[in-house]
């Protein structure tokens, strides 16, 4: 089964702001390393943020200073504050993590679509 549930996504106007959260909904996974993964039309998959269970974040370049990821241990959730946002943002964002049940194993969310758009 699949343990990642995003949410958040929509469309907004530029230079507004978006909040993503990806759930790790079951309890007997453990949190390595999760994180967030955009994807525009035409284009290749990239990271955007990372954050490890212990709190170490690292950003692309293109979004640093305007995007927040972040980590509620006890919700076992990470959220991405995505604000400042412009077109070049578009894309669908995948949360992303590295669990650990009996062996350590990379999971994907479903999805969720991001657009920005006067």
């Known amino acids: 089964q699949v343990p990642l549930v995003e949410s958040g996504g929509g469309l907004v106007q530029p230079g507004g702001s978006l909040r993503l959260s990806c759930a790790v909904s079951e309890s007997s996974y453990s949190i390595n390393v999760m994180g967030w993964y955009r994807q525009a039309p035409g284009k290749q998959r990239e990271v955007v943020a990372r954050?490890?269970?212990?709190?170490?974040?690292s950003y692309a370049d293109s979004v640093e200073g305007r995007f927040t990821i972040s980590i509620d241990n006890g919700a076992r959730t990470i959220f991405l504050q995505m604000n400042d946002l412009k077109p070049g943002d578009t894309g669908v964002y995948y949360c992303?993590?590295?669990?650990?049940?009996?062996?350590?194993?990379?999971?994907w969310g479903q999805g969720t679509q991001v657009t920005v758009s006067s």
């Open positions: 992303n993590a590295l669990l650990t049940r009996k062996t350590a194993r990379e999971y």
């Open positions: 954050i490890t269970n212990g709190g170490r974040v």
